[in-house]
Each structure stands twice: as structure tokens, then as C-alpha cells.
């Protein structure tokens, strides 16, 4: 079974200070995905990245980057001189092409950040 | 923009009623989903439809009825709910769920259900 934690529930930070937000995962597969998403108060979630098995090339953009260790199961996201639009909350997921079809998702349940000026 | 819509945004429904929730993708993808976000919980993945064909029913109650008529659109039918039932609601679509390369999910802002 596939299972993602996210141990952190709140962060509370203030504006322009950084921030990680951790994410551990257990599969037994070898080829596996792993994605996070952001979602507003607004609801939806947006997609910001998929990380593949294969690639630890750790990924920057902009503001965000993510650090992917299978060493160590986990793929931990920092966001750099947080601002105000950065309060959501960030779920971190994980899917593999064994999972018997589907496409399907294990979510974490969810860090909500919160940055205050 | 995600180019997923859903309606409507809110709704409040009586156990005894009968309702839908719509869901549309305008990035021609040919997956789409149904997950509930309930207070306090994961995301719970309720169905997936490939190409307009089930899936994926993860043990969802009869109570919840999906209906896929062309890769486009997705229906949620609601009957008989319960108050455990309120929840948001959310459409996902993807290009493919072979849970390979093009895998990732764009979700709807979804729907906030209230069953009183």
C-alpha cells in the first residue's frame, strides 16, 4: 500500500521568511510519481509539480523549489521569501503505474500555510 | 484558470432530495474524476472514468451515482444523502491514467455540499 505524511498540519510564518514544507512516502514500486498541490481558500487545487522515480534532479522555479531524496523517501518543498498569496494549503501525492489503473492518488493530508505580514 | 468548471459552487440539499453536480473540462483530456474532501481527511478518490468508461468505483455508496456521456463532461447524481455525506466535492481531469508520463490531475474549485 502507498501511503504519504505529512507530519506538519500548520505553519505559521512571516512574510518573507523561508519555508519548507515536508513530505515522506512509502511504495513499493519502483517507478512511482510524486506531485504537490497548492489550494487557496478559493478551493481548487492547483497542480505545481510531478516529480518521476527516476529524475532526483532537484527542480527550482521561481520562488519554489523541491528537494526529492529516495534515500530518504522524501520530497520536501521550500518556498522562498514567502508572501501573503502563499497562505493555502499544500498537499503532497504520490501515484505509480501499478496501482491496478486509474491514475490513482494517495494524498497526504494537507500542511496549511499561513503567512502573515 | 485550471479549465476545469464545476456548478454549481454550493448547495444545500435535504436527505430526501434528489440533485446533481456538473463537471466540464476544457483541456482535452481523456480522464476524469471524482474525489471528496471531507473535514480533517485525505482527499478520497470516489470514481475515474477513462475514455468515458469506469474504472474506478472505490467503494463508493449506491447513494452516489456517476455518469460520464463524452469525455468533456462528468455528472455526480446525489439521492437519499446523509449529513456525514457534506463535504467538497472535486473534478479532477488528466490526459491519461495509465499512472505514467502525462498522469497529472487538474482539479475543478469544486463543490461544497450541505446535507441537512
Known amino acids: 500500500a502507498q501511503k504519504v505524511t505529512q507530519a506538519q498540519t500548520e505553519i505559521s510564518v512571516v512574510e518573507k521568511e523561508d519555508v519548507t514544507l515536508d513530505c515522506v512516502y512509502e511504495?513499493?514500486?519502483?517507478?512511482?510519481?510524486l506531485f504537490w498541490y497548492k489550494q487557496p481558500p478559493s478551493g481548487e487545487l492547483v497542480f505545481l509539480i510531478r516529480?518521476?522515480?527516476?529524475?532526483?534532479q532537484n527542480e527550482i522555479s521561481g520562488r519554489y523549489s523541491w528537494n526529492f531524496q529516495k534515500s530518504t523517501s522524501s520530497f520536501n518543498f521550500t518556498i522562498t521569501a514567502s508572501q501573503v498569496v502563499d497562505s493555502a494549503v499544500y498537499f503532497c501525492a504520490l501515484t505509480s503505474p501499478d496501482t491496478g489503473g486509474g491514475n490513482k492518488l494517495t494524498f497526504g493530508t494537507g500542511t496549511q500555510l499561513k503567512v502573515e505580514l | 484558470e485550471t479549465g476545469v468548471t464545476q456548478t454549481p459552487r454550493h448547495l444545500v440539499m435535504g436527505m430526501t432530495n434528489k440533485k446533481s453536480l456538473k463537471c466540464e473540462q476544457h483541456l482535452g483530456h481523456n480522464a476524469m474524476y471524482w474525489y471528496k474532501q471531507s473535514a480533517k481527511k485525505p482527499l478520497e478518490l470516489m470514481f475515474v472514468?477513462?475514455?468515458?468508461?469506469?474504472?474506478e468505483n472505490n467503494s463508493v455508496p449506491s447513494r452516489f451515482s456517476p455518469e460520464c456521456p463524452n469525455s468533456s463532461h462528468l455528472f455526480l447524481h446525489l439521492h437519499t444523502l446523509q449529513p456525514e455525506d457534506s463535504a467538497l466535492y472535486l473534478c479532477?481531469?488528466?490526459?491519461?491514467?495509465?499512472?505514467?508520463?502525462?498522469?497529472?490531475?487538474?482539479f475543478g474549485p469544486g463543490t461544497r455540499l450541505t446535507v441537512l
Open positions: 472514468y477513462s475514455l468515458e468508461e469506469r474504472v
Open positions: 479532477a481531469s488528466s490526459q491519461e491514467t495509465s499512472g505514467g508520463l502525462n498522469n497529472e490531475q487538474f
Open positions: 511504495t513499493r514500486d519502483t517507478t512511482y510519481y
Open positions: 516529480r518521476n522515480s527516476f529524475d532526483e
